[in-house]
């Protein structure tokens, strides 16, 4: 049997999304730009998906910025509003566990001029809303805080942070990294007071290198690529067309039966959890439960270094990542786990497993089943 439980790191394209793909490819494969019919076909795939995305997030069409992936959605949300507002501020905020996508250029930032202020969380990965009040200024010109951590799925309170951000300062822009959490939760920005919102086609069965920015009416943005004027100016360049018409249909399609598909994942991760209950050897980091996110679990197994356990996983068809899949194949100890102090051993014996609503409850048993037999004879290697 295989299980793939890497669906935090990519998942399977859809079958619906492919085909769409393909028509755009080798049909309808004229450039979006022209005036004639075949630009017009091309044209055409850009409104349906972005109606289809418009449609799940209670947004306008006009609101969309199609992007190659999650990094860049993020990197043109916080530099681009950065660069676009410093007249009035140098003064960010974000939180100790953000994806490096977020992480790297607020470092960026700094090292030009601005100051960061980074939040720090609990052992459950969720910010401190004080904290959160007290940091913001009235230099404070954008807030970036992820909605689901994608190593170990904390659900972070962003219905109040949005709401504290307004009241305490209505010009601070509020950013949200929702790769891990659309698809997964109802997203809808402006019942939420987000004016940023950063997403990946591949989370959800779209293709790879797509993703969106939603940028609420009104918000000031510079753009990060000059060119053709495409996308209202805001990303210049010939759109990649059948990546954004697999994307829209893959976002249609993750929220049909979104509540069946919701709790299917709720329930296979608590299968998981009550199999590890009994393994003294085992421990969850950071939320467990309902909780957390329904897709994402944090395991770190005692005495044995994630990688070791991975490919052991891995020759018997079970595939899980230690850690974010972004950063796995680089040594540095993870961030996250460090900014909820968890111990020492779980920084190089930790593996994220998760699911997607094609995964069944006979793979999560043949997971459990894996490392119930796996575990201590690799612990047993590892003493020795």
């Not at 954008?142 to 951000?165: F, R, T």
């Not at 969850?284 to 957390?292: F, K, L, S, T, W």
């Not at 997607?356 to 037999?373: H, M, Q, W």
Request: glycine share 10%; proline share 4%.
């Amino acid at each position: 049997m295989e299980a793939y439980f890497d669906n935090a790191a990519t998942t399977r394209c859809s079958d619906g999304a492919r085909e769409v793909m393909v028509r755009a490819l080798s049909e309808d494969y004229g450039n979006p730009s022209s005036l004639h019919q075949k630009g017009m076909e091309g044209e055409n795939y850009i409104k349906t998906a972005a109606k289809h995305i418009g449609r799940t997030l209670k947004a306008s069409e006009s609101e969309l910025i199609f992007t190659s992936g999650g990094t860049e959605s993020n990197n043109l949300a916080i530099l681009g509003a950065a660069m676009a507002n410093k007249r009035a501020g140098m003064h960010l905020i974000t939180t100790k566990i953000e994806h490096p996508a977020v992480a790297a250029p607020m470092k960026y930032l700094e090292g030009q001029g601005f100051s960061v202020t980074w939040l720090d969380v609990n052992k459950e990965g969720q910010i401190f809303l004080e904290q959160l009040e007290e940091a913001i200024t009235p230099e404070t010109i954008l807030a970036s805080i992820m909605y689901v951590n994608n190593e170990i799925g904390a659900v972070e309170p962003i219905a109040e942070a949005g709401a504290i951000i307004k009241a305490k300062n209505p010009g601070t822009l509020f950013h949200v990294d929702a790769i891990q959490a659309y698809g997964k939760y109802k997203v809808h920005p402006k019942n939420l007071g987000i004016d940023m919102m950063s997403v990946s086609g591949h989370k959800i069965h779209g293709p790879k290198g797509t993703g969106f920015l939603y940028v609420k009416e009104r918000t000031k943005l510079k753009p990060a690529i000059y060119g053709g004027g495409q996308q209202r100016g805001m990303r210049s360049g010939t759109e990649n067309v059948p990546g954004i018409a697999g994307m829209g249909q893959a976002a249609k399609e993750a929220y049909e039966q979104f509540s069946h598909k919701q709790e299917h994942m709720y329930q296979l991760k608590e299968a998981f959890l009550a199999g590890i209950a009994g393994m003294g050897w085992a421990y969850v980091n950071g939320p467990a439960g309902r909780e957390g996110a329904p897709h994402i679990i944090s395991l770190s197994v005692e005495g044995v270094r994630s990688e070791v356990l991975l490919h052991a996983l891995e020759e018997r068809q079970v595939y899980v990542s230690a850690g974010s899949a972004c950063s796995s194949n680089k040594p540095a100890p993870s961030s996250t786990l460090q900014a909820i102090h968890a111990g020492e051993a779980s920084l190089g014996s930790t593996i994220r497993i998760s699911f997607s609503p094609g995964n069944t409850l006979e793979e999560v048993g043949y997971c459990l089943d894996t490392l119930k037999g796996l575990v201590p004879m690799l612990q047993k290697f590892t003493r020795h």
